[in-house]
């Protein structure tokens, strides 16, 4: 993986142990420091960025916005 | 892959694009700040995606990049001095310094290794008990938060032989000095979304108050980025400029508060020395005293001064990375880009970095042989 300085990737938690955690993308699977998302749990899409997770994927936000696109997809079908 | 897959569909894509032709009219001038999206606008040719009408400008979003030339020549120093193991990310290895780089201190003999985490650079502490582990500690608001968590976790550990050469960098107050400045017109900002995971979208709101310049704080897929145009567009057209988050699974207003308390605790605010911008007041972070046994710049206060002394700071000769990272000059501009500079033989930093303006015109169809194709 390229410690590309700002880039953050999503990666699901599979388990947890104190303030690290292990989180899988794609089959690839690391151990990653969750202490700056403490409340994060198992199961939880993580940004994971240089082996910490910075946030927590909002799932709820991502559905909505993915609406909100097929929306205004289907408002320019019409238009 | 969930949660990027989606972010990537071509059809979406077209879709915010043809919105975009249709709805902006009177030609605009946006900033995306951040390098990361600088390279996701090239590499996915989201320029020549949305209309003539919307010119997209690179910004000084990149942390290599920034870096200024007398933090690397200390880094190097650091670097040569026997009893330390200088790790940094890879990044950083080939931007030349005043008279070297890492990458040739290196192949003379300098312990220098590229880490993909600091918590790389805490392990590597543990296991070598009798040197000193120095961690080029560059970034933005995204990075400051993981350095202070491996300092304090250095703290708990009792590894005192892990230190930080810190040169890390705030967002919205160099984003403050670019639109002082007036160089360059802007209509509005795309906002670097994992800044933002951290800080949040509020600290930009004296953007559109003070300057009336739009911000919308965007995600790195090609909808994500196409959203966000979408949504400046509207912003500038309407003549009502805001700040408004168009990544919001990662960003909420008021962004990650451990990971910002974190930081207080660790860091207190400094000037910062900015490749292009110069000394800007408050746009930087240095160690707090309480932490100083980590950090490298009181640790080897000596050996730096020893070190720099009489070496006065020498800038590439014709590099325009400076012009580049103020939007002024766009890397084709450039009399040595593609030439003298290449990513194989670079000049400056903005071509060595991954998230280099110049690196990514010239992997993406900045170079001048495509142009003249085209």
Excluded at chain 1, 18 to 31: I, K, P, Q, S
Excluded at chain 2, 76 to 98: C, K, N
Excluded at chain 2, 235 to 241: A, F, K, R, T, Y
Excluded at chain 2, 306 to 332: F, Q
């Amino acid at each position: 993986m390229r410690s590309v300085m700002c880039l953050a990737i999503p990666m699901r938690i599979l388990s947890i142990e104190g303030d690290e955690a292990e989180v899988e993308l794609g089959g690839v699977v690391r151990r990653v420091s969750i202490a700056l998302t403490p409340k994060a749990r198992v199961g939880d899409y993580v940004l994971l960025h240089t082996g910490y997770a910075i946030g927590v994927v909002d799932e709820e936000e991502a559905e909505q916005t993915l609406k909100l696109l097929e929306e205004i997809a289907g408002f320019s079908e019409v238009s | 892959m969930k949660f990027l897959d989606e972010y990537q569909s071509s059809r979406l894509a077209a879709k915010l694009a043809h919105r975009i032709s249709v709805s902006s009219k009177k030609p605009i001038r946006l900033m995306e700040f951040c390098g990361g999206h600088t390279h996701a606008i090239l590499r996915h040719g989201i320029r020549q995606l949305v209309p003539r009408t919307v010119e997209l400008l690179p910004g000084p979003g990149c942390p290599v990049c920034v870096t200024a030339t007398s933090d690397l020549d200390r880094a190097i120093a650091l670097a040569r001095s026997p009893e330390v193991i200088l790790t940094t990310f890879g990044d950083m290895m080939r931007v030349p310094g005043s008279y070297s780089s890492l990458q040739r201190a290196k192949a003379e003999g300098a312990d220098v290794r590229v880490v993909y985490s600091t918590m790389d650079a805490i392990e590597m502490a543990r296991v070598n008990p009798g040197k000193s582990v120095v961690f080029s500690g560059i970034g933005f608001e995204t990075t400051a938060p993981t350095i202070a968590a491996s300092i304090v976790k250095a703290q708990r550990e009792g590894i005192s032989n892990f230190h930080v050469l810190c040169s890390l960098k705030l967002t919205p107050p160099v984003m403050k000095a670019l639109l002082d400045l007036g160089e360059v017109k802007l209509d509005g900002i795309i906002c670097p979304g994992h800044v933002s995971v951290i800080i949040g979208s509020r600290p930009y709101e004296f953007i559109p108050l003070d300057h009336g310049v739009a911000c919308v704080v965007s995600g790195f897929e090609p909808v994500d980025i196409l959203l966000a145009i979408s949504r400046l567009v509207a912003q500038i057209e309407s003549g009502q400029p805001k700040v408004e988050i168009a990544y919001g699974r990662g960003v909420k207003p008021q962004g990650n508060s451990e990971a910002l308390q974190l930081m207080e605790e660790v860091f207190r605010i400094d000037s910062a020395d900015w490749r292009g911008m110069g000394v800007v007041p408050g746009s930087g972070l240095s160690i707090d005293p309480k932490y100083e046994r980590f950090d490298a710049d009181v640790v080897f206060a000596d050996t730096l001064e020893l070190a720099l002394r009489n070496t006065p700071v020498i800038e590439p000769p014709g590099c325009r990375c400076g012009e580049v990272l103020r939007g002024v000059t766009t890397p084709p501009d450039c009399p040595l880009f593609g030439k003298g500079c290449t990513p194989e033989k670079p000049v400056g930093p903005c071509m060595v970095s991954s998230e280099g303006a110049c690196a990514a015109h010239y992997q993406y169809g900045g170079h001048p042989s495509l142009l003249r194709a085209g």
